[in-house]
Nanobody, 123 residues
Framework: QVQLVESGGGLVQAGDAVRLSCVVSGRFISSYAMGWFRQAPGEEREFVAH???????YYADSVKGRFTISRDNPKNTVYLQMNSLKPEDTAIYYC?????????????????WGQGTQVTVSS
């Protein structure tokens, strides 16, 4: 059984930094691509960042230069370092696991998801 568990969210102030973690069990992530998505109230889930099995990274334009995705394969964990947070970054953040690296901005390409962690940025 594959499980993804996110953690690290919370209430922070604009300009603060937060690091999210996603621990995977039931699969060794070294052969998989991983992604972070987010969903704000009343909005659709949107792509945030992606890291392929070879550590190539991609970002949404809205977070480029502020967020960094990374992976620690021995720990079976993916991270999202979020700096210079803005109120518009407020959302539930989800990590996903995908056996594919194409169309990584499409949530349908991910086979497994975590339950999400809430990040709230106050102004």
């Amino acid at each position: 059984q594959v499980q993804l568990v996110e953690s690290g969210g919370g209430l922070v102030q604009a300009g603060d930094a937060v690091r999210l973690s996603c621990v995977v069990s039931g699969r060794f992530i070294s052969s998989y691509a991983m992604g972070w998505f987010r969903q704000a109230p009343g909005e659709e889930r949107e792509f945030v960042a992606h890291i392929s099995w070879d550590f190539t990274t991609y970002y949404a334009d809205s977070v480029k230069g502020r967020f960094t995705i990374s992976r620690d394969n021995p720990k079976n964990t993916v991270y999202l370092q979020m700096n210079s947070l803005k109120p518009e970054d407020t959302a539930i953040y989800y990590c996903g696991l995908s056996p594919r690296t194409s169309r990584f901005r499409d949530g349908r390409e991910y086979d497994y998801w975590g339950q999400g962690t809430q990040v709230t940025v106050s102004s």
